[in-house]
T-cell receptor
Framework: SQQGEEDPQALSIQEGENATMNCSYKTSINNLQWYRQNSGRGLVHLILIRSNEREKHSGRLRVTLDTSKKSSSLLITASRAADTASYFCATFSSNTGKLIFGQGTTLQVKP | EAGVAQSPRYKIIEKRQSVAFWCNPISGHATLYWYQQILGQGPKLLIQFQNNGVVDDSQLPKDRFSAERLKGVDSTLKIQPAKLEDSAVYLC???????????FGPGTRLTVL
């Protein structure tokens, strides 16, 4: 079963605009991770945020985590055509010992 | 640093045939994972190894799928016999430990006709 649910399922924006993707989950977690997948490729890890953290930055990426609402968001600022990809959130819980992925958000950035 | 290697990259077989996938994880990574990713969905964990022991195979269809990790390094995933619904991308990943970031291979795209 999928733990995380991403919203929206698909997003299309112009180059230079910001893109925001949301992830909701159901059970308690130890950390939440975001991954990117370009078409026909494997997944690439973007950022990991622990349950005791509220916000984390990495370059043009900003991730927030609200454990009271069981939700996270990924913000990509000043998007580029190369950011076109699918983005997945994944939650890790020491109770299950495994990472569970959501269905993903497909982002298209138009040049 | 070399990444996770997988082979083959593509495989086309007919239903009821058998197929095997190979994965070489990043050196020193104790945890190895096999995922199945159906088009338009997120990866679904099939099996998770810690060194050469299985720690989770709850979603592995054991009547047709098998996996092993020899000497705690390379791993193979086998399907026998294949069904149409097995058409998917099979991803191998590895990590230092289960809570850390995972590093993925390029995947094997399987088509069952």
């Amino acid at each position: 079963s999928q733990q995380g649910e991403e919203d929206p399922q698909a997003l299309s924006i112009q180059e230079g605009e910001n893109a925001t993707m949301n992830c909701s989950y159901k059970t308690s977690i130890n950390n939440l991770q975001w991954y990117r997948q370009n078409s026909g490729r494997g997944l690439v890890h973007l950022i990991l945020i622990r349950s005791n953290e509220r916000e984390k930055h990495s370059g043009r990426l900003r991730v927030t985590l609200d454990t009271s609402k069981k939700s996270s968001s990924l913000l990509i600022t000043a998007s580029r055509a190369a950011d076109t990809a699918s983005y997945f959130c994944a939650t890790f819980s020491s109770n299950t010992g495994k990472l569970i992925f959501g269905q993903g958000t497909t982002l298209q950035v138009k040049p | 640093e070399a990444g996770v290697a997988q082979s083959p990259r593509y495989k086309i077989i007919e239903k009821r045939q058998s197929v095997a996938f190979w994965c070489n994880p990043i050196s020193g990574h104790a945890t190895l994972y096999w995922y199945q990713q159906i088009l338009g969905q997120g990866p679904k964990l099939l099996i998770q190894f810690q060194n050469n022991g299985v720690v989770d195979d709850s979603q592995l269809p054991k009547d047709r799928f098998s996996a092993e990790r020899l000497k705690g390094v390379d791993s193979t995933l086998k399907i026998q016999p294949a069904k149409l619904e097995d058409s998917a991308v099979y991803l191998c990943a590895s990590s230092l430990d289960r809570a850390n970031e995972q590093f993925f291979g390029p995947g094997t795209r399987l088509t069952v006709l």
